[in-house]
């Protein structure tokens, strides 16, 4: 393949102005871009269609898939029910209705875009409903909807319903097969069968034979022509209004033809690729077809074709899936990679010059030198030839510089030569002129020309030369080997920067040394760690240098270097600097490219995406004067149209998504391109947009900005989150706006935008302030009665007061009267009222109750040995003891008398009056009050006589009082110090008993 943009000036313009203001044939140079859908199991495309929005929806064996240029939606019978078959055979979208028409292998179904809903539509076929029928194309024409099916030809005629048309033949009586029908802008419908081309009578209502073509299996309508595509071989394109037939030769089985807004046709063949027709010239160009190449149609199997708003044709394969070309990007593979007598000098491309004639000159690492012709794409190899005096000194080439003569100087590794045109040739520099040191067999570095007319050359041994062609004179610089300069470039003052790799030199114009900078680190001013490997001066005067270690950029004489940081990289070893004709740096890193705009920043990075994949290591970067910049790597050279590349940068298009409020979804999809505004009631309080964004041509990341007119006046970066809520705005009127960003920091050109109004709440209407007022004087007439009757509530409340301090007095007379002042505890007057209470509460709960009565043993013998005092004090603590173990707020604890006490205990569990009396004569234990008159113990002892029973309604207080009364007498009979129960006892293990204190049973216990 070779180059699409010509050398020589006037070609330039010409084929400049051509590609701006007429149709360019392409085939060749096509730049197929990779539609990946891994997500889908099978590749094959069998129909495309765009929408308003500009997403394209395709057809494929799995269903339906919506695609935005980076992400996919996915329609079939697992997400919508109502789709009869997964295999999708056809699909058009009807602007007017706003809906999908999808054919599929079981039916036809209408898909609306604004309320994703589906309804089926039935096909008529020989008087009966037929829903199961396979639909193999769709077009809107003549008012309605044509469909076209394996048995006949249908349009819409009511409602969901499809009715089959007549189809008249060529001949009477033969059978027809319909394979194709198309529409014209003027609303005129063709079909194509089996037999010929048919035209839809509107008047009749059936498709009227119209040519003769045996087995036509596309159609379309362009312009005021039909063309036809037929099994076999062949492209027919017919007038209708003069008969004229003009057929084309093409690739076999012609399956889909569209017309571009260059004015050329695209045909996609079942079995033979794709070809394009220029109709004004009769050219025709069948595509290349190759699987192995990353930007080549990999498919000679091509379902369908589209030419999308984006400028993108879209091409659907039966094999390979979903690819697109941008017909305003060509394809960047410039050259035969493979060396050659035909081809590009075997090894590294390490310099590549466009020379005033328009030649590129290529020079290699071992393979010589080159001249290509781009106008002619011819390749003249120039090798050294020992047996030719003309020919190149040596085949490493290191560099190539026409000088301001037009005379081309070429270092080599066998010495400088000079180009001599008029025997195409070359003579060794060092013997052209009287006086100069003979170069021959030294290896030349670096060659630059000098603001003077001078050349300045480096050699490996450690010299730098200044020769003067006008004076034939030279003076020479001496050098280590290893900080001889590599890199040299001349600014527009005249300045020689010269860049080895240990240091960075400053010659002025005449030839003197004015500065050197060191690898000291650029935060020392220094230049980077491993020298200079390219210098550029840019169109702003600004030098840039690049090393091993990246690239940095020169502040001043003083200040020296500062790192440029590229994003995502530590070190970025860069081969090469270039400027295109937009200021935008172009720096090659070796594997891939970075563009670079000092004003903006980093655009992009230049690989696989737009088609850089070259062989090897990137060696050279040269922009030519026709803004193509080429690219030299291993045995090949790339070239990108930057102008080209400037132009066609489609902004994303923006579109909100979805409008819900309180969670509830208001609006989705398309639906929200009709709402223009959205009011919010004042409950209303949250709600959330969603937004997406449609971008072909470039498939990246894509960031949104949002703002909210009187809440957010400047643009708020959301990332790449694609919704935004707002909740609790305040009433009043905003608008919404939403823009999307890629990464080459394109906007989107028109924001997607929707009003909101937030309505007051009914208490701030002029409603309900008439209503504050009102209610203002209501009270205000009633302010005086209510003023009137506040002194005397004021007294009643006096009196009120006073009575319920005489209440409470009482209440603490009568607690007093129920009070023992010993112990605190309640005394026989409350141990009555409480085991009253008490019983009535376990009626009616029907619970069971328990009264333990409790006597101090030989307590008058203590009293008398230890006095009263002391009798007082081991009173007091009992209660205390008793009050430790009887913690409910509902236990009754008295002091019945002398030193006897009761407790009331009500509750479920029978065990609990076990445990609680047990628990007390332990506590009364752990007083450790010695009793020495005791005829027990040693300590102070209670005897303890307790009852259960669960109270019924005919149980008495006397009868509990009794029956407890008895367990005590039995205890006291019994020895003391011990425990009698009676009444409801349960079995307690072994454990337990053996726990407890001596037990004994009264007669009348109750198991």
Partial sequence: MFFTVPGRCFFAVLAFLSTLFSPVLYGEDLYYEKRDFSTLTVPSVTSITQDDRGYIWFGTPEGVVRYDGRKLMLINRKSHPEVPADQILSIEYVKETDELWIGTLAGLVRYSLADN????????????????????????????????????????????????????????????????????????????????????????????????????????????????????????????????????????????????????????????????????????????????????????????????????????????????????????LAYIKRSGSNGLPAGSIKVILEDSLGYIWTGSDYGGLARIDPLYGEIRQYAHDSGDFFSISGDNISDIVEDSTGRLWIGTDQGPALYLPEVDGFEPVGIMMSGWPDFRGMQVLAIEEGADGCIWMSFRTGELYKLDPQERDYTVFQFTSSSVPTVLMVDPQGTLWAGSRKNLRLFNRNGYLIKTWLPTGTENGGIQEGGVTSILSDSQGRVWLGSPAGISFYKGFNDGFEPLMVPDKRTVNVSGISEDREGNLWISDGQQVLIYNPGVGFITTMGDDVGLTPSGFITSLTLGRNGIMYVGANGEIWNYDTYLDSLSFDNPKVFLTELSVMNETKAYEYGLDRLASLNLRSEDKVFSISFGAVDYRYQGEITYQYKLRNLDDEWVDLGETDSVTFANLSPGEYEFSVRALNELEYFSENNAVINITVERSFWRKTPAIILYIAVFFIFFVFFLKLWEGHLMKNQIRELEEARMKVLEANKQLSFLTMSDALTGLLNRRGFDQGVSHALGTAQRNKLMITLFMMDVDFFKLYNDHYGHVRGDEVLREVGKALRSVFERSTDIITRSGGEEFAVVFIGENPNASVTLANDLILAIEELMIPHEYSSVSKLLTLSTGSATFRAEVDETVEKLINHADQALYTAKAGGRNRICYTGILPELPDYMKNSLKPLVLSKETVK
């Fill in 117 to 332: 809903k589906i309804r089926q539509v039935q096909i008529q076929h020989t008087g009966r409903h037929d829903a199961s029928i396979e639909v193999v194309d769709i077009a809107v024409g003549a008012g309605t909807i044509f469909t076209v099916t394996t048995q006949g030809i249908y349009r819409l005629a009511r409602g969901d319903l499809m009715e089959e048309v007549p189809v008249d033949p060529a001949i009477e009586d033969d059978f027809i097969e319909i394979f194709d029908v198309a529409t014209g802008d003027d609303g005129t419908v063709w079909a194509a069968a089996s037999d010929g081309l048919k035209q839809w009578d509107e008047e009749d209502e059936r498709f009227r034979h119209t040519l003769n073509i045996f087995e036509a299996r596309s159609i379309a309508v362009i312009g005021n022509e039909v063309w036809s595509g037929k099994v076999g071989n062949g492209i027919l394109r017919f007038e209708p209004e003069t008969g004229d037939v003009e057929r084309y030769s093409s690739s076999k089985d012609t399956s889909i033809i569209i017309a571009g807004p260059d004015g050329l046709i695209w045909a996609g063949s079942s079995s033979g690729g794709l070809t394009i027709i220029n109709p004004e010239t009769g050219e025709v160009r069948l595509c290349d077809i190759d699987p192995e190449h990353p930007y080549k149609l990999p498919s000679a199997r091509i379902n369908s074709l589209l030419f999308g708003s984006s400028g993108h044709v879209w091409i659907g394969t039966a094999d390979y899936g979903l690819y697109s070309v941008d017909i305003r990007k060509k394809n960047h």
